[in-house]
């Protein structure tokens, strides 16, 4: 069985800072191994489609960013742990939706949705004005 489940998601003020987690756990990430997976993170908002948000490569060496969150949301990871994070700052009300951690074990690419083979629950996160 694969897992990955989000957490740290909540109600904040416009202007706040959130760090997400999203633990990874399975059969697939013991016998390969949870640094041979890139991951990504990913928000649907209600009546949006699901939205790339960034990503992380495998060994936590190069992350890659939407443009409506460039500067202020940062990536990482600790392959210990089998553990991602979202740290999230100066946040918007335009931030709000449901965020999601998803992990690809080959695609070269991460903005896509449909290269990731893994999905967590969702963590929702409010932001209000």
Do not use: H
Not at 6 to 30: D, I, M, P, T, Y
Not at 32 to 53: D, I, M, T
Not at 71 to 94: C, H, I
């Amino acid at each position: 069985q694969v897992q990955l489940a989000e957490s740290g998601g909540g109600l904040v003020q416009a202007g706040a800072s959130l760090r997400l987690s999203c633990v990874a756990s399975g059969r697939v990430f013991s016998e390969y191994g949870f640094s041979k997976y890139a991951l990504g993170w990913f928000r649907q908002a209600p009546g949006k489609e699901r939205a790339f948000v960034g990503a992380i490569s495998w060994g936590g060496g190069r992350t890659y960013y939407a443009d409506a969150v460039k500067g202020r949301f940062t990536t990482s990871r600790d392959n210990a742990k089998n553990m991602v994070y979202l740290q999230m700052n100066s946040l918007k009300p335009e931030d709000t939706a449901v965020y999601y951690c998803a992990a690809t074990f080959a695609s070269s690419t991460w903005g896509p949705a449909s290269v990731y083979d893994f999905w967590g629950q969702g963590t929702q996160v409010t932001v209000s004005s």
